[in-house]
Protein backbone atom coordinates (compact mmCIF):
# COMPACT_ATOMS: atom_id res chain seq x y z
CA UNK A 1 0.00 0.00 0.00
CA UNK A 2 0.92 3.82 -0.64
CA UNK A 3 2.33 4.64 2.57
CA UNK A 4 1.27 7.58 4.69
CA UNK A 5 4.39 9.98 4.91
CA UNK A 6 3.18 11.71 8.14
CA UNK A 7 6.33 14.42 7.41
CA UNK A 8 6.62 18.25 7.08
CA UNK A 9 9.98 17.91 5.67
CA UNK A 10 12.57 15.54 3.90
CA UNK A 11 16.11 15.24 4.60
CA UNK A 12 18.46 16.67 1.78
CA UNK A 13 21.64 15.65 0.50
CA UNK A 14 23.09 18.35 0.58
CA UNK A 15 22.47 22.38 0.69
CA UNK A 16 20.43 22.89 -2.63
CA UNK A 17 20.48 19.59 -3.76
CA UNK A 18 16.89 17.38 -2.27
CA UNK A 19 16.02 13.85 -3.35
CA UNK A 20 13.02 15.25 -5.14
CA UNK A 21 10.80 16.51 -1.63
CA UNK A 22 12.48 19.50 0.20
CA UNK A 23 9.24 20.42 2.22
CA UNK A 24 5.46 18.90 2.61
CA UNK A 25 3.30 22.36 1.49
CA UNK A 26 5.34 21.68 -1.89
CA UNK A 27 5.17 17.72 -2.15
CA UNK A 28 4.38 15.29 -0.44
CA UNK A 29 4.71 11.35 -1.67
CA UNK A 30 1.45 10.10 -0.65
CA UNK A 31 -0.09 13.46 -1.96
CA UNK A 32 1.66 12.77 -5.67
CA UNK A 33 0.51 9.28 -5.82
CA UNK A 34 -2.70 10.87 -5.67
CA UNK A 35 -2.58 12.96 -7.97
CA UNK A 36 -1.12 10.93 -10.85
CA UNK A 37 -4.41 8.48 -10.20
CA UNK A 38 -6.52 11.75 -10.09
CA UNK A 39 -4.68 12.53 -13.52
CA UNK A 40 -5.37 8.96 -14.78
CA UNK A 41 -9.12 8.39 -14.17
CA UNK A 42 -10.16 11.70 -15.82
CA UNK A 43 -7.78 11.37 -18.81
CA UNK A 44 -5.49 14.42 -18.01
CA UNK A 45 -1.48 15.00 -17.66
CA UNK A 46 -1.70 16.15 -14.19
CA UNK A 47 -3.41 15.92 -10.68
CA UNK A 48 -3.27 18.76 -7.77
CA UNK A 49 -4.87 18.13 -4.52
CA UNK A 50 -6.44 20.47 -2.24
CA UNK A 51 -7.42 20.30 1.42
CA UNK A 52 -10.84 21.04 0.08
CA UNK A 53 -12.92 21.02 -3.32
CA UNK A 54 -13.72 25.17 -2.25
CA UNK A 55 -9.89 25.14 -1.80
CA UNK A 56 -9.76 23.99 -5.41
CA UNK A 57 -12.01 26.31 -6.64
CA UNK A 58 -10.17 29.02 -4.86
CA UNK A 59 -6.73 28.34 -6.97
CA UNK A 60 -8.72 28.37 -10.18
CA UNK A 61 -10.23 31.94 -9.25
CA UNK A 62 -6.59 33.30 -8.00
CA UNK A 63 -5.01 32.97 -11.73
CA UNK A 64 -7.59 35.47 -12.43
CA UNK A 65 -6.65 39.42 -12.17
CA UNK A 66 -9.03 42.74 -11.03
CA UNK A 67 -11.58 43.29 -14.24
CA UNK A 68 -11.64 40.01 -15.59
CA UNK A 69 -15.21 38.25 -15.86
CA UNK A 70 -16.56 34.62 -15.59
CA UNK A 71 -19.51 33.43 -16.79
CA UNK A 72 -20.68 30.94 -14.21
CA UNK A 73 -23.85 28.77 -14.15
CA UNK A 74 -26.92 29.92 -12.31
CA UNK A 75 -27.46 26.51 -10.33
CA UNK A 76 -24.37 25.31 -9.21
CA UNK A 77 -23.14 24.52 -5.71
CA UNK A 78 -23.84 27.36 -2.98
CA UNK A 79 -20.31 27.56 -1.49
CA UNK A 80 -18.88 27.99 -4.96
CA UNK A 81 -21.71 31.24 -5.27
CA UNK A 82 -20.43 32.13 -1.89
CA UNK A 83 -16.81 32.10 -2.83
CA UNK A 84 -17.12 33.48 -6.20
CA UNK A 85 -19.86 36.39 -5.15
CA UNK A 86 -18.19 37.39 -1.52
CA UNK A 87 -14.75 37.26 -1.75
CA UNK A 88 -14.01 37.94 -5.45
CA UNK A 89 -16.24 39.76 -6.87
CA UNK A 90 -15.01 42.54 -3.77
CA UNK A 91 -11.48 41.73 -5.58
CA UNK A 92 -12.70 43.27 -8.90
CA UNK A 93 -13.49 40.13 -10.76
CA UNK A 94 -16.91 40.20 -12.19
CA UNK A 95 -19.19 37.28 -12.43
CA UNK A 96 -22.60 36.76 -15.00
CA UNK A 97 -24.60 34.30 -13.72
CA UNK A 98 -26.61 32.18 -16.73
CA UNK A 99 -29.05 29.69 -17.22
CA UNK A 100 -26.36 27.41 -19.59
CA UNK A 101 -29.03 24.88 -20.27
CA UNK A 102 -29.01 26.21 -23.62
CA UNK A 103 -24.77 26.88 -23.91
CA UNK A 104 -25.83 29.31 -27.12
CA UNK A 105 -26.83 31.63 -23.89
CA UNK A 106 -23.56 32.34 -22.63
CA UNK A 107 -22.39 34.00 -25.92
CA UNK A 108 -23.74 37.57 -25.69
CA UNK A 109 -21.80 37.53 -22.22
CA UNK A 110 -18.31 37.12 -23.78
CA UNK A 111 -16.02 39.93 -24.52
CA UNK A 112 -12.24 41.10 -23.76
CA UNK A 113 -12.31 40.14 -20.41
CA UNK A 114 -13.67 37.14 -20.25
CA UNK A 115 -11.36 34.74 -18.79
CA UNK A 116 -13.40 31.43 -17.35
CA UNK A 117 -16.31 29.63 -17.88
CA UNK A 118 -17.48 27.62 -14.87
CA UNK A 119 -19.85 24.79 -15.08
CA UNK A 120 -21.04 22.64 -12.62
CA UNK A 121 -22.67 19.22 -14.15
CA UNK A 122 -25.47 17.92 -13.38
CA UNK A 123 -26.22 20.57 -11.32
CA UNK A 124 -26.15 21.10 -7.49
CA UNK A 125 -29.14 20.06 -6.87
CA UNK A 126 -31.73 20.82 -10.20
CA UNK A 127 -30.05 18.21 -11.77
CA UNK A 128 -29.97 20.55 -14.74
CA UNK A 129 -27.28 18.99 -17.78
CA UNK A 130 -24.97 21.69 -19.30
CA UNK A 131 -23.40 20.63 -22.56
CA UNK A 132 -19.98 20.39 -22.13
CA UNK A 133 -18.53 19.68 -25.41
CA UNK A 134 -20.72 22.76 -26.82
CA UNK A 135 -19.67 25.52 -24.38
CA UNK A 136 -15.69 24.03 -25.11
CA UNK A 137 -16.97 25.03 -28.76
CA UNK A 138 -17.88 28.47 -28.07
CA UNK A 139 -14.88 29.37 -25.54
CA UNK A 140 -11.65 27.86 -26.88
CA UNK A 141 -11.86 29.82 -30.27
CA UNK A 142 -11.84 33.15 -27.81
CA UNK A 143 -9.18 31.68 -25.56
CA UNK A 144 -11.60 31.44 -22.78
CA UNK A 145 -10.79 28.72 -20.22
CA UNK A 146 -13.55 25.87 -19.17
CA UNK A 147 -13.48 24.77 -15.78
CA UNK A 148 -16.02 21.66 -14.63
CA UNK A 149 -17.17 20.88 -11.66
CA UNK A 150 -17.41 17.30 -11.97
CA UNK A 151 -18.32 16.21 -8.26
CA UNK A 152 -22.04 15.07 -9.01
CA UNK A 153 -21.32 12.52 -11.78
CA UNK A 154 -17.47 12.02 -10.48
CA UNK A 155 -14.94 10.32 -13.54
CA UNK A 156 -16.52 6.87 -13.54
CA UNK A 157 -19.45 8.92 -15.22
CA UNK A 158 -18.18 11.58 -17.24
CA UNK A 159 -14.32 13.15 -18.10
CA UNK A 160 -15.14 16.78 -18.88
CA UNK A 161 -11.58 17.38 -20.18
CA UNK A 162 -12.25 14.70 -23.29
CA UNK A 163 -15.04 16.95 -23.88
CA UNK A 164 -12.51 20.02 -24.56
CA UNK A 165 -13.13 21.57 -20.76
CA UNK A 166 -9.51 23.09 -19.96
CA UNK A 167 -9.68 22.36 -16.18
CA UNK A 168 -11.97 19.44 -13.75
CA UNK A 169 -12.64 20.36 -10.60
CA UNK A 170 -13.78 17.39 -7.55
CA UNK A 171 -14.75 18.20 -4.31
CA UNK A 172 -12.66 14.85 -3.40
CA UNK A 173 -14.96 14.99 -0.52
CA UNK A 174 -18.00 13.04 -2.21
CA UNK A 175 -17.75 10.21 -4.35
CA UNK A 176 -13.52 10.03 -4.91
CA UNK A 177 -13.26 9.89 -0.85
CA UNK A 178 -17.04 7.90 -1.19
CA UNK A 179 -17.28 7.23 2.90
CA UNK A 180 -17.95 10.49 4.39
CA UNK A 181 -14.64 10.58 6.20
CA UNK A 182 -12.71 13.33 4.52
CA UNK A 183 -12.36 16.92 3.32
CA UNK A 184 -10.48 16.94 0.16
CA UNK A 185 -10.26 18.74 -3.53
CA UNK A 186 -8.63 18.36 -6.78
CA UNK A 187 -7.77 20.07 -10.09
CA UNK A 188 -7.11 17.67 -12.87
CA UNK A 189 -5.60 19.30 -16.54
CA UNK A 190 -3.50 18.62 -19.96
CA UNK A 191 -1.81 21.88 -20.53
CA UNK A 192 1.43 21.97 -18.23
CA UNK A 193 1.87 25.91 -18.41
CA UNK A 194 -1.68 26.03 -16.33
CA UNK A 195 -0.47 23.09 -13.92
CA UNK A 196 2.72 25.25 -13.10
CA UNK A 197 0.50 28.45 -12.73
CA UNK A 198 -2.09 26.17 -10.65
CA UNK A 199 1.03 24.62 -8.63
CA UNK A 200 2.67 28.10 -7.70
CA UNK A 201 -0.79 28.93 -6.25
CA UNK A 202 -1.11 25.51 -4.54
CA UNK A 203 2.14 25.94 -2.48
CA UNK A 204 1.85 30.28 -2.13
CA UNK A 205 -1.36 29.74 -0.46
CA UNK A 206 -0.90 26.29 1.34
CA UNK A 207 -4.39 24.79 1.28
CA UNK A 208 -2.78 21.35 0.81
CA UNK A 209 -3.97 18.33 2.42
CA UNK A 210 -2.70 16.14 5.01
CA UNK A 211 -1.41 12.90 3.71
CA UNK A 212 -3.92 11.11 5.56
CA UNK A 213 -6.21 12.47 3.98
CA UNK A 214 -5.15 11.32 0.50
CA UNK A 215 -4.45 8.24 2.03
CA UNK A 216 -8.24 7.86 2.64
CA UNK A 217 -9.15 9.36 -1.07
CA UNK A 218 -6.73 6.65 -2.79
CA UNK A 219 -8.62 3.79 -0.71
CA UNK A 220 -11.82 5.33 -1.93
CA UNK A 221 -10.74 5.31 -5.50
CA UNK A 222 -10.12 1.43 -5.59
CA UNK A 223 -14.05 0.83 -5.25
CA UNK A 224 -15.28 3.63 -7.36
CA UNK A 225 -16.64 1.63 -9.95
CA UNK A 226 -18.36 -0.65 -7.92
CA UNK A 227 -19.98 2.38 -5.77
CA UNK A 228 -20.95 4.10 -8.59
CA UNK A 229 -22.40 1.18 -10.30
CA UNK A 230 -24.67 1.02 -7.69
CA UNK A 231 -25.32 4.63 -6.73
CA UNK A 232 -26.69 4.19 -10.75
CA UNK A 233 -29.14 1.52 -9.70
CA UNK A 234 -29.98 2.26 -6.91
CA UNK A 235 -30.88 6.02 -7.95
CA UNK A 236 -33.23 4.81 -11.05
CA UNK A 237 -35.07 2.79 -8.37
CA UNK A 238 -35.43 5.36 -6.45
CA UNK A 239 -36.33 8.24 -9.02
CA UNK A 240 -38.64 6.31 -10.79
CA UNK A 241 -40.90 4.91 -7.01
CA UNK A 242 -40.51 8.90 -6.05
CA UNK A 243 -42.72 9.65 -9.30
CA UNK A 244 -44.93 7.31 -8.71
CA UNK A 245 -46.02 9.12 -5.11
CA UNK A 246 -49.24 10.83 -5.01
CA UNK A 247 -47.25 13.30 -2.47
CA UNK A 248 -44.56 14.41 -4.60
CA UNK A 249 -44.84 17.27 -7.13
CA UNK A 250 -41.92 17.24 -9.51
CA UNK A 251 -38.83 14.26 -9.42
CA UNK A 252 -35.59 16.03 -10.96
CA UNK A 253 -33.36 13.26 -11.88
CA UNK A 254 -31.42 13.32 -15.19
CA UNK A 255 -32.61 10.06 -16.15
CA UNK A 256 -35.58 10.43 -17.34
CA UNK A 257 -36.00 10.42 -20.78
CA UNK A 258 -38.28 13.32 -20.50
CA UNK A 259 -35.60 15.10 -18.71
CA UNK A 260 -34.58 18.44 -20.56
CA UNK A 261 -31.01 17.38 -20.60
CA UNK A 262 -31.45 13.94 -20.97
CA UNK A 263 -30.15 13.34 -24.70
CA UNK A 264 -27.35 15.17 -23.67
CA UNK A 265 -26.75 13.37 -20.48
CA UNK A 266 -26.58 10.28 -22.94
CA UNK A 267 -24.21 11.66 -24.82
CA UNK A 268 -21.66 13.01 -22.15
CA UNK A 269 -22.27 10.97 -19.47
CA UNK A 270 -21.81 6.51 -18.76
CA UNK A 271 -24.53 6.65 -16.29
CA UNK A 272 -26.98 8.62 -14.65
CA UNK A 273 -25.86 8.68 -10.80
CA UNK A 274 -27.07 8.46 -7.31
CA UNK A 275 -28.06 12.27 -6.86
CA UNK A 276 -32.15 13.75 -7.05
CA UNK A 277 -34.25 16.00 -5.63
CA UNK A 278 -37.88 16.74 -5.48
CA UNK A 279 -40.32 18.85 -4.40
CA UNK A 280 -44.25 17.70 -2.85
CA UNK A 281 -47.52 18.47 -3.81
CA UNK A 282 -47.49 20.64 -0.45
CA UNK A 283 -45.25 23.56 -1.29
CA UNK A 284 -44.85 24.42 2.06
CA UNK A 285 -41.38 24.59 4.26
CA UNK A 286 -43.37 22.45 7.00
CA UNK A 287 -44.67 19.75 4.53
CA UNK A 288 -40.42 19.92 3.47
CA UNK A 289 -39.59 19.44 7.17
CA UNK A 290 -41.54 16.80 8.30
CA UNK A 291 -40.41 14.38 5.55
CA UNK A 292 -36.57 15.51 6.48
CA UNK A 293 -37.77 14.79 10.16
CA UNK A 294 -39.07 11.35 9.19
CA UNK A 295 -36.30 8.87 6.76
CA UNK A 296 -34.74 6.82 8.88
CA UNK A 297 -32.09 5.12 6.54
CA UNK A 298 -31.60 8.64 4.63
CA UNK A 299 -29.34 10.79 7.77
CA UNK A 300 -30.22 14.34 7.35
CA UNK A 301 -26.81 15.77 6.93
CA UNK A 302 -25.07 18.01 4.26
CA UNK A 303 -22.82 16.31 1.62
CA UNK A 304 -23.35 13.65 -0.63
CA UNK A 305 -21.22 10.75 -2.28
CA UNK A 306 -20.76 8.41 0.33
CA UNK A 307 -21.95 5.13 0.88
CA UNK A 308 -24.76 5.96 3.25
CA UNK A 309 -27.59 7.67 1.84
CA UNK A 310 -28.50 11.32 2.74
CA UNK A 311 -31.19 13.84 2.97
CA UNK A 312 -30.72 17.31 2.24
CA UNK A 313 -32.62 20.71 2.84
CA UNK A 314 -31.02 22.98 0.14
CA UNK A 315 -32.96 26.20 1.10
CA UNK A 316 -31.64 26.13 4.77
CA UNK A 317 -28.83 23.97 4.58
CA UNK A 318 -26.43 23.69 1.16
CA UNK A 319 -27.63 26.32 -0.73
CA UNK A 320 -28.50 28.79 2.10
CA UNK A 321 -25.52 31.27 1.08
CA UNK A 322 -28.07 31.97 -2.17
CA UNK A 323 -30.26 35.20 -1.69
CA UNK A 324 -33.78 33.92 -1.36
CA UNK A 325 -35.19 35.88 -4.25
CA UNK A 326 -32.39 34.46 -6.24
CA UNK A 327 -32.73 30.56 -5.45
CA UNK A 328 -37.23 30.81 -6.20
CA UNK A 329 -35.69 32.60 -9.43
CA UNK A 330 -33.63 29.71 -10.31
CA UNK A 331 -36.24 27.16 -9.61
CA UNK A 332 -35.02 26.04 -5.84
CA UNK A 333 -37.86 26.54 -3.92
CA UNK A 334 -38.27 26.28 -0.33
CA UNK A 335 -39.89 22.79 -0.19
CA UNK A 336 -36.95 21.02 -2.34
CA UNK A 337 -35.81 17.95 -0.91
CA UNK A 338 -31.86 16.88 -2.11
CA UNK A 339 -30.83 12.97 -2.07
CA UNK A 340 -27.88 11.15 -2.04
CA UNK A 341 -28.80 7.71 -2.81
CA UNK A 342 -25.96 5.56 -1.12
CA UNK A 343 -25.43 1.68 -1.82
CA UNK A 344 -27.49 0.47 0.81
CA UNK A 345 -30.15 -2.25 0.29
CA UNK A 346 -32.77 -0.53 -2.48
CA UNK A 347 -35.25 -1.95 -0.39
CA UNK A 348 -34.82 -0.44 2.93
CA UNK A 349 -34.12 3.10 0.65
CA UNK A 350 -38.05 1.95 -0.45
CA UNK A 351 -39.31 1.71 2.34
CA UNK A 352 -37.55 4.45 4.36
CA UNK A 353 -39.21 7.23 1.97
CA UNK A 354 -42.59 5.32 1.50
CA UNK A 355 -42.68 5.91 5.06
CA UNK A 356 -41.26 9.10 5.72
CA UNK A 357 -43.12 10.08 2.24
CA UNK A 358 -47.03 8.89 2.98
C1 LIG B 1 -20.64 20.29 -6.59
C2 LIG B 1 -19.75 20.73 -5.47
N1 LIG B 1 -18.61 21.37 -5.75
C3 LIG B 1 -17.77 21.77 -4.77
C4 LIG B 1 -18.06 21.56 -3.44
C5 LIG B 1 -17.11 22.04 -2.37
O1 LIG B 1 -16.36 21.00 -1.88
P1 LIG B 1 -15.79 20.86 -0.38
O2 LIG B 1 -16.97 20.78 0.52
O3 LIG B 1 -14.96 19.64 -0.43
O4 LIG B 1 -14.98 22.10 -0.11
C6 LIG B 1 -19.23 20.88 -3.11
C7 LIG B 1 -19.57 20.63 -1.68
O5 LIG B 1 -20.67 20.26 -1.36
C8 LIG B 1 -20.10 20.46 -4.14
O6 LIG B 1 -21.25 19.82 -3.89
Redesign the pocket.
Known amino acids: MTPIYQTSTYVQSAPGLNKGYEYARSQNPTRKVLETALAHIENGKHGLCFS???AA?DAVLRLLVPGDEVIAANDM?G??YRLFTKLFEKMGIKFHFINMQNAENIKPYINANTKLIWA?TPT?PLMNIIDIAALAAIGKPKGVLLCV?N??ASPYLQNPLDLGADIVLH?A??YLGGHSDV???CLVLNDTVLRDQLYFIQKSVGAVPGPQDCFLVLRGLKTLHVRMDRHCSNGAVIARMLRDLPAIGQVYWCGFEDHPGYATAKNQMRGFGGMMSFTLKDDSPEAALKVLSSTKVFALAE??GGVESLINHPATM?HASIPREERIRNGLSDSLIRLSVGIEDVEDLVDDLRQAIG
Open positions: SGVTYGTENDTFSTKIHGSLT
